[in-house]
């Protein structure tokens, strides 16, 4: 299989459009011809150590770096864009394959107001993106941009349809396979003339996928001398609703794939579908919502014979909250998209100022649940190479994989202190990740405190605690286990400059002792974080803004900035 | 050859600084709390400032934001008539909690979801929160990025300036 | 529901179409479904190529393929050509009746002699009248499938292949070896060749004794020769592994799984080279 690189011909009238920019007449108050020039532009690097207790590995090269920067021209409807992108070598954390650089992104756009038409690589999804979604996320490494052509009509108000066609950026290169795509969406409300005003507003939508892929040689030592006949062009279609009704909405997918035996569903020929249902009631104060899934083999991917996270074409969530706190979110739940099935449930109340609960400035109580678990199997001689797949039972369950309630209460103390609890439980089965081991049961506890000393300097604490049934064992190795304590200070200065400090500590059953130290300013929008010790990787909140991070063991530095 | 690419491309962002003024980008779709698909041409405020702030309800700084403000929105709107949007850049995993996180949380502002995160991409957001300030005529005078208690107040300096414009 | 504007006229209409278009097309184009008894289909043995030293033949072999059936009427004629080219040519001369299409179907209670890959291959070359000669698998100046009647005598087809030099030698035997057979293929490379080439071996039986359609009427206990009745390899060839360098000798050993042959004592092996994409035919041989 060959694919395509980019050639000498992108790089010249690349080379071109950029010394124009320098040739043309420079009006930096009104940019260029008209236009304007934004962009972003971010360089990491990290030094890192060996150290086997965090897991992280000796670097012979010393400095891992990724840089990238952002430009894009826009003038009037037009846009153009391209993306630079360094991984020399990429940072602990990334795919290895990203090791280079070179344009990762370039594309020449018209925006109007009834028709939006984009030639190069770009990013769509298809309602949830349960059936596509070119999306990228720097920090996690997914870049699967389609390069090709997307257009979108809006012919009247409420009403729009998407056609696309491309092929999916891998790496430093795009896949051979077709992708292409219809999607159509129509909001009732602005459509139909007696319902604009109507209390129930309610949009449909529904859209198509198909992929084509050459066929190649699949065999199994089961059945010898025989290749599979595979299908070259796979198709997959969704349909959705999204209502709401005064308090209420309800937001209903329902995704259904045909044959595509791949490498992620042992080669298997049944349909693959997903089913994702959302209730909300709210008001101002207080709001419920349920979230319930159901997802059977809807790996739709680029290429049959490609494993891991790399060339999907759709994007299938997990169920669970997005815990922000460390000791929550230790371990985390991936989605098994082979198969499960989840429940999720969250309710927010604001008590009201001036209550006995709520004191002088109110207090706001969140509580979060969620529940996932296998899918009900009932028969598998299907789950062979070129079988059926899986029979299950479509509203049984199967084992647990995840289960967590959290509940918070954030309450203003007085005038500079802010106070947020949080407890929480979690059960967590090392199957999620690959492993087979028992359950894990976790109690997690976090306090964290805000006190605005005064109008330049504000404090930040934070402690947690983490109890679990696990003992860290040498054989599987796993560096969670055990029992963990937690605590971070962190000084903002006249909201440009930060420092903090903290460390996790296993006392009990584990082993670890992850300290560190960050320093950072803020200037408008560019920002420079240096930090010093070992980190886990996963979602980390400090000096004011969120970001992924990978595990990284020594110093590591951010240099943000948009303009 | 491509090590000069990416000079010419450093060098030209350095030369550009702030003293530009771009626009906001009128056409990309985001969706409202109702579920129907708009244009970003919705974001108006008839030819006063207006606030767009990125946030998402994984982002513990986004929300110390949009909660610090929302205790002097209504002074800050009777002083310069400014409107405050709030951007949701939650996927598909936390997109249906948007709305009642937004009443939850008792905000008056108006909200739209840019799931896809194109507009994200299009603003050159990098990290949440990160907040613009627009002038009366669509202008982005200001941005900033990160959210530490205490930069409401920076915050209200820009609006101010913006209405000047 | 008789609110909603159906455009008229103009964009919107077009954009109208154009959804209308589209996701018909969709539904129709975009989506495979295969059978579930049709998840396999064969793909032939395959054993590893190694080098070899011994001496190979490098005679020129012309391989015919005559699409032909039990109810077509000129088929005996053709027969009778083909068994006079035979007597000419000998061992040069390599036939393979390949019983596929309509024109298949048997009499009566006969057994039928079309298999899978005959099918495969009469659909590849479209063939849509019989009988149809194919030599060489070799294409017309317009780059179509250089496919003839064979009714007529055709010997100046035949001798411009065979006085050509041939690009590859050829050489099959058979063996026994504890109890299992296997054919031993060991072929020449007689220039230098830069494409990919496949090797194909099936099985061909002869007098094969059915009813036949013919001008005068059906034949009972027709004997039929050189049927094929199995692709050993993959219908379309198993690699080539070699450096396609002139003067590199190469042997594989396959196992003879033979199907679907009534009488093993009147089977043929036929082994073929070809390129992988054009499937021109370079040589041939037969055991």
């Given at each position: 299989?060959?694919?395509?690189?980019?050639?000498?011909?992108?790089?010249?009238?690349?080379?071109?459009?950029?010394?124009?920019?320098?040739?043309?007449?420079?009006?930096?108050?009104?940019?260029?011809?008209?236009?304007?020039?934004?962009?972003?532009?971010?360089?990491?690097?990290?030094?890192?150590?060996?150290?086997?207790?965090?897991?992280?590995?000796?670097?012979?090269?010393?400095?891992?770096?990724?840089?990238?920067?952002?430009?894009?021209?826009?003038?009037?409807?037009?846009?153009?864009?391209?993306?630079?992108?360094?991984?020399?070598?990429?940072?602990?954390?990334?795919?290895?394959?990203?090791?280079?650089?070179?344009?990762?992104?370039?594309?020449?756009?018209?925006?109007?107001?009834?028709?939006?038409?984009?030639?190069?690589?770009?990013?769509?999804?298809?309602?949830?993106?349960?059936?596509?979604?070119?999306?990228?996320?720097?920090?996690?490494?997914?870049?699967?941009?389609?390069?090709?052509?997307?257009?979108?009509?809006?012919?009247?108000?409420?009403?729009?349809?998407?056609?696309?066609?491309?092929?999916?950026?891998?790496?430093?290169?795009?896949?051979?396979?077709?992708?292409?795509?219809?999607?159509?969406?129509?909001?009732?409300?602005?459509?139909?003339?007696?319902?604009?005003?109507?209390?129930?507003?309610?949009?449909?939508?529904?859209?198509?996928?198909?992929?084509?892929?050459?066929?190649?040689?699949?065999?199994?030592?089961?059945?010898?001398?025989?290749?599979?006949?595979?299908?070259?062009?796979?198709?997959?279609?969704?349909?959705?609703?999204?209502?709401?009704?005064?308090?209420?909405?309800l937001q209903a997918e329902y995704a259904r794939k045909g044959q595509d035996p791949s490498i992620m569903n042992g080669y298997t020929y049944g349909d693959g579908e997903a089913l994702m249902l959302n209730t909300t009631y709210s008001m101002k104060g207080f709001s419920v919502n349920v979230q319930a899934k159901r997802v059977?083999?809807?790996?739709?991917?680029?290429?049959?014979?490609?494993?891991?996270?790399?060339?999907?074409?759709?994007?299938?969530?997990?169920?669970?909250?997005?815990?922000?706190?460390?000791?929550?979110?230790?371990?985390?739940?991936?989605?098994?998209?082979?198969?499960?099935?989840?429940?999720?449930?969250?309710?927010?109340?604001?008590?009201?100022?001036?209550?006995?609960?709520?004191?002088?400035?109110?207090?706001?109580?969140?509580?979060?649940?969620?529940?996932?678990?296998?899918?009900?199997?009932?028969?598998?001689?299907?789950?062979?190479?070129?079988?059926?797949?899986?029979?299950?039972?479509?509203?049984?369950?199967?084992?647990?994989?995840?289960?967590?309630?959290?509940?918070?209460?954030?309450?203003?103390?007085?005038?500079?202190?802010?106070?947020?609890?949080?407890?929480?439980?979690?059960?967590?089965?090392?199957?999620?990740?690959?492993?087979?081991?028992?359950?894990?049961?976790?109690?997690?506890?976090?306090?964290?405190?805000?006190?605005?000393?005064?109008?330049?300097?504000?404090?930040?604490?934070?402690?947690?605690?983490?109890?679990?049934?696990?003992?860290?064992?040498?054989?599987?190795?796993?560096?969670?286990?055990?029992?963990?304590?937690?605590?971070?200070?962190?000084?903002?200065?006249?909201?440009?400059?930060?420092?903090?400090?903290?460390?996790?500590?296993?006392?009990?059953?584990?082993?670890?002792?992850?300290?560190?130290?960050?320093?950072?300013?803020?200037?408008?929008?560019?920002?420079?974080?240096?930090?010093?010790?070992?980190?886990?990787?996963?979602?980390?909140?400090?000096?004011?803004?969120?970001?992924?991070?990978?595990?990284?063991?020594?110093?590591?530095?951010?240099?943000?900035?948009?303009? | 050859?491509?090590?000069?690419?990416?000079?010419?491309?450093?060098?030209?962002?350095?030369?550009?600084?702030?003293?530009?003024?771009?626009?906001?980008?009128?056409?990309?779709?985001?969706?409202?709390?109702?579920?129907?698909?708009?244009?970003?041409?919705?974001?108006?405020?008839?030819?006063?400032?207006?606030?767009?702030?990125?946030?998402?309800?994984?982002?513990?700084?986004?929300?110390?934001?949009?909660?610090?403000?929302?205790?002097?929105?209504?002074?800050?709107?009777?002083?310069?008539?400014?409107?405050?949007?709030?951007?949701?850049?939650?996927?598909?995993?936390?997109?249906?909690?948007?709305?009642?996180?937004?009443?939850?949380?008792?905000?008056?502002?108006?909200?739209?979801?840019?799931?896809?995160?194109?507009?994200?991409?299009?603003?050159?957001?990098?990290?949440?929160?990160?907040?613009?300030?627009?002038?009366?005529?669509?202008?982005?005078?200001?941005?900033?990025?990160?959210?530490?208690?205490?930069?409401?107040?920076?915050?209200?300096?820009?609006?101010?300036?913006?209405?000047?414009? | 529901?008789?609110?909603?504007?159906?455009?008229?006229?103009?964009?919107?209409?077009?954009?109208?179409?154009?959804?209308?278009?589209?996701?018909?097309?969709?539904?129709?184009?975009?989506?495979?479904?295969?059978?579930?008894?049709?998840?396999?289909?064969?793909?032939?043995?395959?054993?590893?190529?190694?080098?070899?030293?011994?001496?190979?033949?490098?005679?020129?072999?012309?391989?015919?393929?005559?699409?032909?059936?039990?109810?077509?009427?000129?088929?005996?004629?053709?027969?009778?050509?083909?068994?006079?080219?035979?007597?000419?040519?000998?061992?040069?001369?390599?036939?393979?009746?390949t019983h596929a299409g309509t024109f298949s179907r048997p009499y009566g209670e006969d057994p039928t002699l079309s298999c899978s890959v005959a099918e495969e291959w009469?659909?590849?070359?479209?063939?849509?009248?019989?009988?149809?000669?194919?030599?060489?698998?070799?294409?017309?100046?317009?780059?179509?499938?250089?496919?003839?009647?064979?009714?007529?005598?055709?010997?100046?087809?035949?001798?411009?292949?065979?006085?050509?030099?041939?690009?590859?030698?050829?050489?099959?035997?058979?063996?026994?070896?504890?109890?299992?057979?296997?054919?031993?293929?060991?072929?020449?490379?007689?220039?230098?060749?830069?494409?990919?080439?496949?090797?194909?071996?099936?099985?061909?039986?002869?007098?094969?004794?059915?009813?036949?359609?013919?001008?005068?009427?059906?034949?009972?206990?027709?004997?039929?020769?050189?049927?094929?009745?199995?692709?050993?390899?993959?219908?379309?060839?198993?690699?080539?592994?070699?450096?396609?360098?002139?003067?590199?000798?190469?042997?594989?050993?396959?196992?003879?799984?033979?199907?679907?042959?009534?009488?093993?004592?009147?089977?043929?092996?036929?082994?073929?080279?070809?390129?992988?994409?054009?499937?021109?035919?370079?040589?041939?041989?037969?055991?």
């Open positions: 299989m060959h694919r395509e690189r980019i050639n000498i011909m992108k790089k010249t009238f690349l080379l071109l459009v950029l010394s124009s920019y320098f040739l043309l007449p420079h009006v930096q108050a009104q940019g260029i011809a008209g236009g304007h020039v934004t962009g972003n532009i971010q360089v990491d690097g990290q030094i890192s150590h060996k150290d086997s207790i965090i897991g992280s590995s000796d670097v012979a090269e010393k400095l891992l770096m990724n840089a990238r920067a952002d430009i894009l021209y826009t003038n009037g409807n037009f846009l153009g864009g391209i993306r630079f992108e360094m991984y020399q070598n990429p940072m602990l954390g990334f795919d290895s394959r990203y090791k280079g650089q070179g344009l990762a992104n370039y594309f020449v756009s018209y925006q109007g107001e009834k028709l939006s038409v984009t030639a190069g690589t770009f990013y769509e999804q298809f309602g949830s993106g349960m059936i596509l979604r070119a999306y990228e996320d720097r920090y996690l490494g997914i870049d699967n941009a389609l390069l090709g052509m997307n257009v979108a009509l809006r012919p009247i108000e409420g009403v729009t349809i998407k056609a696309l066609a491309g092929r999916e950026r891998f790496f430093w290169d795009f896949s051979n396979s077709l992708v292409r795509g219809v999607d159509g969406e129509v909001n009732l409300n602005s459509v139909i003339k007696p319902l604009a005003d109507s209390k129930l507003r309610l949009t449909l939508g529904g859209g198509f996928v198909s992929k084509y892929e050459e066929g190649q040689n699949i065999t199994s030592p089961d059945v010898p001398r025989h290749k599979l006949n595979l299908p070259l062009n796979v198709g997959a279609g969704a349909a959705r609703v999204d209502m709401s009704l005064g308090n209420f909405t059977e083999n809807m790996c739709f991917k680029a290429e049959r014979a490609v494993t891991g996270e790399m060339l999907y074409i759709n994007y299938i969530p997990a169920i669970t909250k997005q815990h922000t706190y460390a000791f929550l979110s230790m371990y985390p739940y991936a989605t098994q998209t082979t198969g499960e099935m989840g429940l999720q449930g969250d309710v927010m109340y604001k008590v009201k100022k001036d209550t006995w609960l709520g004191g002088k400035y109110g207090m706001d109580l969140h509580f979060n649940t969620a529940v996932i678990t296998g899918l009900d199997i009932t028969g598998t001689e299907g789950a062979c190479v070129g079988g059926d797949g899986y029979t299950t039972n479509y509203f049984g369950t199967g084992d647990l994989y995840y289960g967590d309630a959290t509940i918070e209460v954030a309450k203003k103390l007085s005038s500079a202190l802010k106070l947020t609890v949080t407890g929480g439980y979690q059960v967590f089965n090392p199957l999620v990740e690959g492993h087979t081991g028992a359950l894990h049961h976790n109690t997690v506890f976090v306090g964290d405190l805000t006190w605005k000393v005064n109008k330049k300097n504000v404090l930040r604490f934070e402690a947690e605690w983490l109890g679990s049934d696990s003992k860290y064992d040498p054989d599987d190795d796993d560096k969670r286990c055990g029992d963990w304590i937690m605590g971070l200070v962190e000084y903002n200065f006249a909201s440009a400059w930060f420092i903090s400090v903290s460390d996790q500590y296993a006392y009990k059953d584990g082993i670890g002792n992850y300290y560190n130290v960050s320093v950072g300013y803020t200037h408008g929008a560019t920002r420079l974080q240096l930090g010093y010790g070992k980190q886990r990787e996963g979602l980390l909140c400090i000096g004011g803004v969120c970001r992924m991070v990978p595990a990284s063991n020594g110093l590591t530095f951010s240099l943000t900035t948009s303009f | 050859m491509k090590k000069i690419l990416f000079t010419l491309i450093l060098a030209a962002a350095a030369t550009i600084g702030m003293a530009q003024n771009a626009t906001l980008p009128q056409n990309i779709t985001i969706k409202a709390l109702d579920g129907s698909s708009v244009q970003t041409s919705v974001i108006q405020n008839d030819g006063k400032p207006i606030i767009i702030s990125f946030w998402a309800t994984w982002c513990k700084p986004c929300n110390r934001e949009l909660n610090t403000i929302k205790e002097v929105y209504e002074e800050w709107q009777e002083e310069t008539g400014v409107k405050l949007v709030a951007i949701s850049i939650d996927d598909a995993r936390s997109a249906s909690r948007v709305k009642p996180w937004v009443d939850g949380q008792g905000w008056d502002y108006e909200v739209y979801i840019d799931q896809n995160q194109d507009f994200k991409r299009a603003m050159n957001v990098v990290n949440p929160p990160h907040t613009f300030v627009l002038n009366g005529k669509g202008e982005i005078v200001w941005q900033h990025a990160s959210f530490v208690e205490g930069d409401e107040e920076e915050l209200l300096e820009a609006v101010r300036k913006a209405m000047e414009n | 529901m008789k609110n909603i504007p159906i455009p008229r006229r103009g964009f919107r209409f077009i954009a109208f179409l154009f959804v209308a278009l589209s996701t018909q097309l969709f539904l129709l184009a975009s989506c495979d479904k295969i059978e579930s008894d049709q998840h396999w289909v064969y793909s032939g043995v395959s054993a590893e190529w190694h080098d070899y030293t011994g001496v190979v033949p490098n005679d020129m072999r012309v391989l015919m393929e005559k699409y032909t059936g039990v109810r077509c009427v000129n088929c005996p004629k053709a027969d009778t050509v083909i068994h006079e080219a035979a007597d000419k040519y000998g061992d040069a001369f390599i036939v393979i009746a009469h659909d590849y070359f479209g063939i849509t009248a019989e009988p149809m000669g194919l030599l060489m698998r070799g294409k017309n100046s317009s780059g179509d499938w250089d496919l003839f009647s064979p009714i007529a005598n055709f010997d100046n087809l035949v001798e411009d292949y065979l006085n050509r030099a041939p690009e590859v030698a050829i050489a099959l035997s058979r063996m026994d070896s504890g109890g299992y057979s296997y054919a031993s293929v060991e072929i020449e490379f007689l220039e230098d060749i830069a494409v990919p080439l496949t090797l194909t071996l099936v099985a061909t039986e002869d007098d094969v004794q059915v009813t036949q359609e013919s001008p005068a009427g059906h034949i009972e206990d027709y004997p039929e020769n050189h049927v094929l009745r199995c692709a050993i390899t993959d219908p379309w060839g198993m690699e080539v592994v070699a450096d396609g360098k002139r003067g590199t000798k190469r042997q594989v050993r396959l196992p003879l799984e033979i199907s679907n042959v009534t009488n093993l004592n009147n089977c043929n092996i036929v082994a073929f080279i070809s390129e992988k994409d054009s499937r021109r035919i370079l040589n041939a041989a037969q055991n």
